[in-house]
T-cell receptor, first 117, second 114 residues
Protein backbone atom coordinates (compact mmCIF):
# COMPACT_ATOMS: atom_id res chain seq x y z
CA UNK A 1 0.00 0.00 0.00
CA UNK A 2 1.28 3.44 -0.92
CA UNK A 3 2.27 5.24 2.22
CA UNK A 4 2.69 8.78 0.91
CA UNK A 5 0.27 10.18 -1.61
CA UNK A 6 0.70 13.43 -3.48
CA UNK A 7 -2.28 13.82 -5.76
CA UNK A 8 -1.15 16.93 -7.62
CA UNK A 9 1.39 16.06 -10.32
CA UNK A 10 1.68 19.71 -11.29
CA UNK A 11 0.54 23.11 -10.06
CA UNK A 12 0.75 26.73 -11.09
CA UNK A 13 0.78 29.73 -8.79
CA UNK A 14 1.07 33.42 -9.45
CA UNK A 15 4.13 35.13 -8.02
CA UNK A 16 3.52 36.59 -4.53
CA UNK A 17 0.48 34.41 -3.92
CA UNK A 18 0.23 31.49 -1.49
CA UNK A 19 0.00 27.88 -2.62
CA UNK A 20 -0.84 24.62 -0.85
CA UNK A 21 0.72 21.33 -1.88
CA UNK A 22 -1.20 18.28 -0.71
CA UNK A 23 0.19 15.24 1.05
CA UNK A 24 -1.60 12.37 2.72
CA UNK A 25 0.07 9.49 4.47
CA UNK A 26 -0.72 6.08 5.79
CA UNK A 27 0.82 4.54 8.87
CA UNK A 28 -0.21 2.45 11.83
CA UNK A 29 2.59 3.84 13.99
CA UNK A 30 1.86 6.40 16.67
CA UNK A 31 5.34 7.83 16.33
CA UNK A 32 6.41 9.18 12.95
CA UNK A 33 7.92 12.21 11.28
CA UNK A 34 6.87 14.08 8.18
CA UNK A 35 9.21 16.02 5.92
CA UNK A 36 9.00 18.21 2.87
CA UNK A 37 11.83 18.50 0.38
CA UNK A 38 12.32 20.74 -2.63
CA UNK A 39 14.14 19.51 -5.73
CA UNK A 40 15.13 22.21 -8.25
CA UNK A 41 16.14 21.24 -11.76
CA UNK A 42 19.74 20.95 -10.56
CA UNK A 43 18.74 17.71 -8.83
CA UNK A 44 19.67 18.37 -5.21
CA UNK A 45 17.00 17.60 -2.61
CA UNK A 46 16.67 20.51 -0.18
CA UNK A 47 15.10 19.96 3.23
CA UNK A 48 12.32 22.46 3.92
CA UNK A 49 10.35 21.56 7.02
CA UNK A 50 9.68 18.81 9.56
CA UNK A 51 6.60 17.85 11.61
CA UNK A 52 6.64 15.24 14.35
CA UNK A 53 3.52 13.21 15.02
CA UNK A 54 3.44 14.39 18.61
CA UNK A 55 4.01 18.05 17.81
CA UNK A 56 0.93 19.98 18.82
CA UNK A 57 1.66 23.03 16.75
CA UNK A 58 2.04 23.19 13.01
CA UNK A 59 5.65 23.58 11.93
CA UNK A 60 6.77 26.82 10.30
CA UNK A 61 10.04 27.77 8.62
CA UNK A 62 10.07 31.20 7.07
CA UNK A 63 7.64 31.18 4.15
CA UNK A 64 6.94 27.48 4.61
CA UNK A 65 4.34 26.09 6.96
CA UNK A 66 2.97 22.62 7.37
CA UNK A 67 -0.76 22.19 7.81
CA UNK A 68 -0.78 19.03 9.91
CA UNK A 69 -4.16 17.34 10.36
CA UNK A 70 -3.48 14.14 12.22
CA UNK A 71 -6.99 12.72 12.13
CA UNK A 72 -7.09 13.13 8.36
CA UNK A 73 -3.50 11.93 8.00
CA UNK A 74 -2.60 14.94 5.94
CA UNK A 75 0.49 17.12 6.00
CA UNK A 76 0.05 19.82 3.42
CA UNK A 77 2.81 22.30 2.65
CA UNK A 78 1.85 25.94 2.42
CA UNK A 79 4.20 28.33 0.67
CA UNK A 80 3.36 31.97 1.25
CA UNK A 81 4.34 34.84 -1.03
CA UNK A 82 5.58 32.59 -3.85
CA UNK A 83 8.78 33.54 -5.61
CA UNK A 84 10.06 32.56 -9.04
CA UNK A 85 12.79 30.54 -7.33
CA UNK A 86 10.14 28.35 -5.74
CA UNK A 87 9.56 26.64 -9.09
CA UNK A 88 10.69 23.06 -8.46
CA UNK A 89 9.54 19.55 -7.59
CA UNK A 90 8.27 19.18 -4.03
CA UNK A 91 8.33 15.86 -2.21
CA UNK A 92 6.54 14.83 0.94
CA UNK A 93 8.23 12.09 2.95
CA UNK A 94 7.58 10.10 6.09
CA UNK A 95 9.78 8.32 8.55
CA UNK A 96 8.27 5.75 10.90
CA UNK A 97 9.59 5.07 14.35
CA UNK A 98 9.79 1.30 14.62
CA UNK A 99 13.28 -0.08 15.08
CA UNK A 100 15.43 -0.23 11.96
CA UNK A 101 12.74 1.32 9.81
CA UNK A 102 13.39 4.62 11.52
CA UNK A 103 16.24 5.05 9.07
CA UNK A 104 13.94 4.86 6.11
CA UNK A 105 12.35 7.88 4.47
CA UNK A 106 9.41 7.00 2.26
CA UNK A 107 8.79 9.57 -0.45
CA UNK A 108 5.72 10.53 -2.39
CA UNK A 109 5.71 10.90 -6.15
CA UNK A 110 6.12 14.67 -5.96
CA UNK A 111 4.36 17.80 -7.16
CA UNK A 112 5.89 20.07 -9.78
CA UNK A 113 5.25 23.69 -8.90
CA UNK A 114 5.60 26.44 -11.45
CA UNK A 115 5.50 30.05 -10.30
CA UNK A 116 4.26 32.48 -12.92
CA UNK A 117 5.60 36.05 -13.01
CA UNK B 1 33.50 21.88 0.85
CA UNK B 2 30.31 21.91 2.80
CA UNK B 3 27.30 19.66 3.06
CA UNK B 4 27.17 16.55 0.93
CA UNK B 5 29.19 16.29 -2.26
CA UNK B 6 28.94 13.70 -5.02
CA UNK B 7 31.23 12.88 -7.90
CA UNK B 8 30.94 12.57 -10.77
CA UNK B 9 27.89 14.70 -11.49
CA UNK B 10 27.29 12.97 -14.81
CA UNK B 11 28.34 9.52 -15.95
CA UNK B 12 27.78 7.63 -19.17
CA UNK B 13 28.81 4.01 -19.15
CA UNK B 14 28.40 0.92 -21.24
CA UNK B 15 26.82 -2.22 -19.89
CA UNK B 16 30.18 -3.96 -19.55
CA UNK B 17 31.96 -1.13 -17.73
CA UNK B 18 32.84 -0.86 -14.07
CA UNK B 19 32.57 2.51 -12.41
CA UNK B 20 32.14 3.97 -8.94
CA UNK B 21 30.11 6.82 -7.55
CA UNK B 22 31.55 8.73 -4.64
CA UNK B 23 29.79 10.59 -1.86
CA UNK B 24 31.35 12.63 0.92
CA UNK B 25 29.62 14.36 3.79
CA UNK B 26 31.18 17.21 5.75
CA UNK B 27 28.48 17.41 8.42
CA UNK B 28 29.78 15.00 11.03
CA UNK B 29 26.79 12.72 10.48
CA UNK B 30 26.67 9.07 11.43
CA UNK B 31 24.32 7.69 8.77
CA UNK B 32 24.63 7.72 5.00
CA UNK B 33 22.23 6.64 2.28
CA UNK B 34 22.03 5.82 -1.41
CA UNK B 35 18.80 6.56 -3.26
CA UNK B 36 17.78 5.96 -6.86
CA UNK B 37 15.49 8.41 -8.61
CA UNK B 38 14.07 7.19 -11.90
CA UNK B 39 11.81 9.18 -14.14
CA UNK B 40 8.21 9.16 -12.97
CA UNK B 41 8.93 7.05 -9.88
CA UNK B 42 9.29 8.02 -6.24
CA UNK B 43 12.73 8.02 -4.70
CA UNK B 44 13.81 4.51 -3.85
CA UNK B 45 16.07 3.84 -0.90
CA UNK B 46 18.88 1.48 -1.89
CA UNK B 47 21.29 1.25 1.03
CA UNK B 48 21.76 2.69 4.50
CA UNK B 49 24.93 2.76 6.52
CA UNK B 50 25.10 3.71 10.17
CA UNK B 51 28.54 4.11 11.72
CA UNK B 52 30.00 2.35 8.67
CA UNK B 53 27.77 -0.68 9.12
CA UNK B 54 25.13 -1.52 6.54
CA UNK B 55 21.72 -1.51 8.21
CA UNK B 56 19.45 -1.52 5.19
CA UNK B 57 19.64 -3.25 1.85
CA UNK B 58 16.46 -2.76 -0.09
CA UNK B 59 16.51 -5.78 -2.43
CA UNK B 60 19.00 -4.09 -4.71
CA UNK B 61 20.56 -6.16 -7.54
CA UNK B 62 24.10 -7.33 -6.87
CA UNK B 63 25.41 -5.26 -9.77
CA UNK B 64 25.25 -2.39 -7.26
CA UNK B 65 27.79 -2.77 -4.49
CA UNK B 66 28.08 -0.17 -1.72
CA UNK B 67 31.13 0.56 0.36
CA UNK B 68 31.44 2.76 3.43
CA UNK B 69 35.09 2.96 4.53
CA UNK B 70 34.37 5.60 7.18
CA UNK B 71 31.49 7.71 8.38
CA UNK B 72 32.29 10.52 5.92
CA UNK B 73 32.59 8.54 2.70
CA UNK B 74 30.22 6.33 0.78
CA UNK B 75 30.77 4.64 -2.55
CA UNK B 76 28.51 2.85 -4.96
CA UNK B 77 30.38 0.43 -7.21
CA UNK B 78 28.67 -0.34 -10.49
CA UNK B 79 29.28 -3.25 -12.84
CA UNK B 80 27.43 -4.84 -15.75
CA UNK B 81 24.55 -2.41 -15.46
CA UNK B 82 21.37 -2.47 -17.53
CA UNK B 83 19.80 0.43 -19.44
CA UNK B 84 16.98 0.53 -16.87
CA UNK B 85 19.58 1.47 -14.26
CA UNK B 86 19.85 4.90 -15.88
CA UNK B 87 18.69 7.34 -13.21
CA UNK B 88 19.73 10.04 -10.81
CA UNK B 89 21.60 8.54 -7.87
CA UNK B 90 21.38 10.60 -4.74
CA UNK B 91 23.49 10.31 -1.64
CA UNK B 92 22.26 11.61 1.70
CA UNK B 93 23.40 11.75 5.30
CA UNK B 94 21.74 12.30 8.64
CA UNK B 95 22.83 12.71 12.20
CA UNK B 96 21.23 9.44 13.18
CA UNK B 97 18.13 7.32 12.93
CA UNK B 98 15.94 9.52 15.14
CA UNK B 99 12.60 10.56 13.75
CA UNK B 100 13.36 14.26 13.62
CA UNK B 101 16.74 13.98 11.92
CA UNK B 102 16.36 15.27 8.41
CA UNK B 103 18.47 13.84 5.65
CA UNK B 104 20.78 16.16 3.76
CA UNK B 105 21.20 15.29 0.12
CA UNK B 106 24.00 15.73 -2.35
CA UNK B 107 23.47 17.06 -5.87
CA UNK B 108 23.28 13.58 -7.35
CA UNK B 109 25.01 11.69 -10.14
CA UNK B 110 23.08 11.49 -13.39
CA UNK B 111 23.87 8.02 -14.73
CA UNK B 112 23.19 6.93 -18.29
CA UNK B 113 23.76 3.30 -19.23
CA UNK B 114 24.17 2.71 -22.96
Amino acid sequence: AQKITQTQPGMFVQEKEAVTLDCTYDTSDQSYGLFWYKQPSSGEMIFLIYQGSYDEQNATEGRYSLNFQKARKSANLVISASQLGDSAMYFCAMREGQGDSSYKLIFGSGTRLLVRP
Amino acid sequence: ETGVTQTPRHLVMGMTNKKSLKCEQHLGHNAMYWYKQSAKKPLELMFVYSLEERVENNSVPSRFSPECPNSSHLFLHLHTLQPEDSALYLCASSQGPGLSYEQYFGPGTRLTVT
